[in-house]
């Protein structure tokens, strides 16, 4: 199949069931830290997690594997988590919109199957990985769990997937110990994350430990340790990564120092640290790669791609280290409405880059995995 396989008109309106996600999971943000917003019918802030990780971010990656096995079935993946977000955001956390977002994380296995009969390796088994979990959250999720019950597995979503693309760029130069750490640290975590749900005491300490295996091994081996010192956008990329690695690892720390939490501001502090100061950073830095393989619009890199990123990352310091530890409600307020601010801010520049930037910007890499392209 060429390129071209998936049109780009099927693209847009999944691209923009993402974006609608990410709004709708910002707007019930507001409502969850209190601001005099007015408030929809349905109860909108029991879906803001699911319909930010599977409903955003989940649409995000299921589009760009899409794109890259170059099938026109394989878009039905990300079609699914954007409509299933959709279903929740306006009826409610409702069974159809429970299943279809299920639906696509078992399509996005089957994505995952084909590519690993062109390429099978470690990277791409932690990435099969990430999709797993993600099926097991909305399983449990299905099965009458709460939403904090099933983050363990949300968060192992995100983290498997983004680590298997950081190993498919330092495979190269990776020796064999690296991958065993590698594929240990996957398997801790994965074991954490299931005995979260059946012991949550224990699986909370394990599936933490895993998680600052997982870190440990990305500061080690991750190129962005070199590429940092480079400039433009491979800085700029490392400056990202890196920012979001030391958010990821006080979640761990936060899960194996203190045990499980589904509630109260450790909760909130462990949470964001994982869906925003690394996942949000994650995606700031993969922007540029990744619209224009799914868009065919290029996203140049531009000096000002720093000011959300860092707005994100001080505002979500105040939020944590004087909000939730030092319990300063003001403070937590106002630095979560900073946090939205920056999502907004880069979300508009983005847009804004896109539709000025000239031909010349253009990037061929219309259906490339995201990672070979963030060196």
């Known amino acids: 199949m060429n390129a071209r396989s998936v049109p780009l008109r099927w693209r847009l309106p999944v691209l923009a069931s993402g974006g609608f996600s990410l709004l709708a999971g910002l707007y019930s943000a507001l409502l969850l830290l209190g601001l005099p917003v007015p408030a929809p019918q349905r109860p909108l ?15 995000l990656v299921a589009l760009e594997r899409a794109v890259a096995l170059r099938a026109r079935w394989a878009l039905l993946a990300p079609a699914c988590s954007g409509a299933g977000a959709m279903a929740l955001v306006l009826t409610g956390p409702n069974l159809a919109g429970r299943l279809l977002i299920m639906l696509a994380s078992v399509l ?13 390796g470690p990277a791409l088994l932690a990435q099969g990985l990430g999709a797993l979990a993600w099926y097991a959250a909305t399983l449990l999720w ?5 939403v904090p019950e099933i983050v363990p597995w949300l968060a192992t979503f995100v983290v498997a997937t983004i680590a298997g693309e950081r190993l498919e760029l330092a495979h190269l130069a990776l ?40 870190v440990a091994w990305l500061a080690i081996y991750d190129v962005a340790r070199r590429t940092v010192r480079g400039a433009g956008l491979p800085r700029y990329v490392a400056v990202g990564l890196l920012s979001g690695y030391a958010w990821l690892a006080l979640a761990g720390l936060l899960w194996a120092g203190a045990g499980p939490v589904t509630a109260g501001p450790r909760y909130d502090a462990t949470l964001h640290s994982v869906f925003l100061g690394f996942t949000m950073s ?37 939020r944590v280290l004087i909000g939730d530890a030092l319990a300063v409600p003001t403070v937590w307020r106002w630095a979560g409405v900073g946090n939205i601010l920056a999502v907004l801010g880069f979300l508009g520049g983005a847009v804004a880059t896109v539709l000025t930037a000239g031909p010349s910007a253009r990037r061929p890499a219309v259906g490339t995995p995201i990672a070979p392209a963030v060196r």
């Open 45 to 59: 802030e029991q879906v803001h997690g699911p319909v930010l990780v599977l409903g955003f971010v989940g649409t």
């Open 175 to 214: 020796p064999a110990h690296g991958v065993r750490w590698f594929l240990a640290a996957l398997a801790a975590l994965t074991a954490g994350a299931t005995a979260a749900a059946l012991w949550p005491r224990g699986g909370a300490y394990l599936f933490g430990l895993g998680l600052l295996a997982t």
């Open 282 to 318: 994650m995606i700031f830095a993969h922007a540029p790669v990744i619209l224009p393989a799914v868009l065919r619009r290029p996203l140049p890199y531009r000096p000002w791609m720093y000011a959300p990123l860092m707005l994100l990352h001080a505002t979500l310091a105040a």
């Open 142 to 146: 299905l099965a009458g769990f709460n």
């Open 108 to 120: 996005l296995l089957l994505i995952y199957r084909q590519l690993w009969r062109r390429q099978p």
